[in-house]
C-alpha cells in the first residue's frame, strides 16, 4: 500500500525559514508524481505549490517560486519544501500527494495524500 506522510511543521516567527519533508512508501521505482500543497486560513481549496516529476524537473507556481523550493530525493523517496521569508499569510496546513507515472503530473492523478503538517508564524 503507498502512501505519503509530512513532517517538519512547527511554529516559527515571520521572516524565518523551515523545511519539511514528505516520504513516499511503497513505491518501488521513480514513477510517479509528487507534489505539494497548502491549505491556509480563509480559503476553501488547497492551493498547489509545486510538483515534482520522474525526471528530475520540478515546477513551481508562480505564486510562490520566490519563496518556496522543492527537492526530491529519487533514492530516499522523499520531497522537500524549503520555505523562506515566511509570514503570517503562510500560517496553514501543508499537503504531499503522490501518484500518476511521473510524467504527466495534472493534478487529478493525486491519489494519495499525507495528513498534513501545519506551519504556524506570529508575526
Known amino acids: 500500500q503507498v502512501q505519503v506522510e509530512e513532517s517538519g511543521g512547527g511554529s516559527v516567527p515571520a521572516g524565518e525559514s523551515l523545511k519539511l519533508s514528505c516520504v513516499a512508501s511503497g513505491y518501488t521505482s521513480k514513477y510517479y508524481c509528487m507534489g505539494w500543497f497548502r491549505q491556509v486560513a480563509g480559503r476553501q481549496d488547497r492551493e498547489w505549490i509545486a510538483?515534482?516529476?520522474?525526471?528530475?524537473?520540478?515546477i513551481h507556481s508562480t505564486s510562490f517560486q520566490d519563496r518556496f523550493q522543492v527537492t526530491r530525493d529519487y533514492e530516499k523517496h522523499t520531497l522537500y519544501l524549503q520555505l523562506s521569508s515566511l509570514s503570517w499569510s503562510d500560517t496553514g496546513m501543508y499537503y504531499c500527494?503522490?501518484?500518476?507515472?511521473?510524467?504527466?503530473?495534472?493534478?487529478?492523478?493525486?491519489?494519495?495524500w499525507g495528513q498534513g503538517t501545519r506551519v504556524t508564524v506570529s508575526s
Open positions: 510538483t515534482s516529476y520522474y525526471d528530475g524537473n520540478i
Open positions: 500527494a503522490a501518484g500518476g507515472d511521473g510524467a504527466v503530473c495534472a493534478r487529478r492523478v493525486y491519489d494519495v
